[in-house]
């Protein structure tokens, strides 16, 4: 199943309220989220698998959903890498070498 990396940002002066504002049935998402705010920087990172990117981007809380990025990951291994292109649009789509 594709994973997906969901980016959630806000202010250092709207941290506090931001996590407050989260939907109490969000709390599970929540434990998935790595935060860089204790370092001043005030981003969170998750990644889920979902279908497609509107599934990953739908296990966001409506209320912070419109402060996020979502972009499609995979783990590189060394068997795969000399066959992805950086310059390519779309990379997802791209078979790796042999196959």
């Not at 705010?37 to 990117?53: L, P």
């Not at 599934?55 to 966001?60: E, F, K, L, N, S």
Request: with cysteine; aromatic share 6%; charged share 25%.
């Amino acid at each position: 199943m594709p994973q997906y990396m969901i980016e959630l940002s806000h202010s250092p002066s709207d941290c506090v309220d931001a996590l407050r504002d989260i939907d109490p049935d969000a709390q599970e998402f929540l434990g998935d989220v790595y935060w860089g705010c204790m370092t001043g920087r005030h981003d969170g990172w998750a990644v889920v698998e979902a279908d497609s990117e509107q599934q990953a981007r739908d296990m966001v809380p409506d209320t912070i959903r419109n402060q996020i990025q979502v972009t499609q990951v995979e783990n590189i291994v060394p068997e795969i890498e000399h066959g992805i292109d950086p310059e390519a649009k779309n990379p997802g789509s791209m078979e790796p070498s042999g196959s």
